[in-house]
């Protein structure tokens, strides 16, 4: 299973993915499956292993990270079982936006402008970048 996952990792970081985290758990789950004797991904096997995780969260990155091997290497071996891929039931929360008032963004472009070194670039930079931000909508991500 170890040679399928490094072809796997070789084909998926030469479309442009970096794979670091993925490496470590399909490793891991690989080393997990041989120590129980098996060489193709089994769900149960895929299950306890990514239970293993001390969060939801971990358990579910650990397990979806196994079911996109698994997916890939079904087209050319059928023998490896698809595990489902919400298991854990995990779902992530994101914490809603806070919205600045007139006020506060005020005081965001006073304190921007106050950035040193006085009467250089920087300070009317980020006033502006502020500003900008405000009016649009936008954010920096």
Same mark, same amino acid.
């Given at each position: 299973?170890?040679?399928?996952?490094?072809?796997?990792?070789?084909?998926?970081?030469?479309?442009?993915?970096?794979?670091?985290?993925?490496?470590?758990?399909?490793?891991?789950? @690989?080393?997990?499956?041989?120590?129980?004797? $098996?060489? =193709?991904?089994? !769900?149960?096997?895929?299950?306890?292993?990514? *239970?293993? %995780?001390?969060?939801?969260?971990?358990?579910?990155?650990?397990?979806?990270?196994?079911?996109?091997?698994?997916?890939?290497?079904?087209?050319?071996?059928?023998?490896?079982?698809?595990?489902?891929?919400?298991?854990?039931? @995990?779902?992530?929360?994101?914490?809603?936006? $806070?919205? =600045?008032?007139? !006020?506060?963004?005020?005081?965001?472009?006073? *304190?921007? %402008?106050?950035?040193?070194?006085?009467?250089?670039?920087?300070?009317?930079?980020?006033?502006?970048?502020?500003?900008?931000?405000?009016?649009?909508?936008?954010?920096?991500?």
């Amino acid at each position: 299973m170890l040679n399928t996952i490094e072809t796997y990792l070789a084909l998926r970081r030469a479309t442009g993915f970096a794979m670091s985290n993925a490496e470590y758990l399909l490793k891991s789950f @690989a080393a997990f499956a041989v120590e129980r004797g $098996h060489a =193709y991904v089994q !769900t149960q096997t895929a299950i306890d292993w990514a *239970a293993l %995780g001390p969060s939801v969260a971990q358990r579910d990155a650990r397990l979806k990270a196994v079911c996109r091997f698994a997916r890939h290497i079904r087209v050319e071996d059928v023998r490896h079982e698809l595990p489902p891929a919400n298991h854990f039931g @995990a779902c992530k929360r994101r914490r809603p936006p $806070h919205i =600045y008032s007139d !006020t506060e963004i005020g005081r965001l472009i006073e *304190a921007a %402008g106050r950035l040193r070194p006085q009467g250089g670039l920087r300070s009317l930079t980020y006033a502006t970048l502020v500003a900008l931000l405000a009016a649009t909508g936008l954010r920096i991500s």
